[in-house]
């Protein structure tokens, strides 16, 4: 008798492991599954703001994580064109996304112009050099600026000086960064006299200070797109993303970040 009672404790604990393993099984992927991981491509100069953005949607959207690749515009565009995974793409100039967009790479009822820009001209905490002209003078020696084969910050930079009839004389300067935010690491260690950048790049360093604004006149509008990419594994995640940095929420920070938005 003890016998049985024995053998039946020892298969109802069996049965119950058996079940709770059942039960882990079916639970465990589901779990997993329900993680979804967002791609994002962006402008060098919307580090700190999206990233700021993207923590604040993780506030009521638990379920996603953000995999970001910064750098420049046309790089990024390039990357995309190849290949590389990108569920989002937000651009510093419109270029790069209307490659995409003729090449069918992203969803074109997604696009919208985001934000808005300006570029200024800095220089390290102890120069003398005051504004644009400055720039002639014998002590002023290397210039940084974004190359403009692929930073939008380059272009424009390019443009206003061109526009300000300095760009001849001043070429020998130039050394191009791969990015906006390598010009402004060169000016804060020294290794530039001097910059072009966007005053959202410059409002994050306590090293610089900026001594002018380039007027709109000189260069191209400052306008940031963002997309959908097409073919997006996640299109109704980013399609949702893309809306919340439309919204009021993601504008605030934007604003803080010292972007303008763009007109609709």
Not at 6 to 23: D, F
Not at 197 to 218: E, H, L, M, N, W
């Amino acid at each position: 008798m003890r016998s049985e009672n024995k053998a039946g404790r020892t298969r109802s604990l069996l049965c119950s492991t058996v079940a709770l393993v059942a039960l882990m099984a079916l639970t465990c992927p589901i779990h997993a599954s329900a993680q979804t991981t967002l791609s994002i491509s962006a402008a060098a100069s919307l580090k700190d703001a999206i990233t700021e953005a993207e923590a604040a949607y993780n506030q009521s959207h638990a379920h996603l994580e953000f995999s970001n690749n910064f750098g420049s515009s046309g790089t990024l565009a390039m990357q995309i064109d190849q290949g590389a995974p990108a569920d989002v793409f937000l651009s510093a100039a419109p270029k790069p996304m209307d490659d995409l967009e003729a090449k069918g790479l992203i969803v074109a009822e997604t696009r919208r112009n985001l934000l808005r820009n300006s570029l200024v001209l800095i220089v390290p905490l102890d120069s003398a050099i005051k504004d644009f002209q400055g720039l002639t003078g014998n002590s002023v020696r290397v210039i940084a600026l974004g190359d403009p084969a692929s930073v939008p910050a380059g272009q424009y930079g390019r443009q206003t000086l061109s526009s300000l009839h300095l760009l001849a004389s001043l070429n020998a300067k130039l050394v191009l960064a791969k990015d906006v935010r390598q010009v402004l690491t060169y000016v804060e260690t020294g290794n530039a006299d001097a910059g072009l950048v966007y005053a959202t790049d410059a409002q994050i360093s306590s090293k610089v200070r900026v001594v002018a604004t380039a007027p709109d006149s000189t260069h191209d509008p400052i306008v940031y797109p963002v997309a959908v990419v097409k073919g997006s594994r996640t299109e109704a995640a980013a399609r949702s993303f893309v809306e919340y940095l439309s919204g009021p929420a993601a504008k605030a920070i934007f604003v803080k970040h010292g972007f303008t938005i763009a007109a609709p």
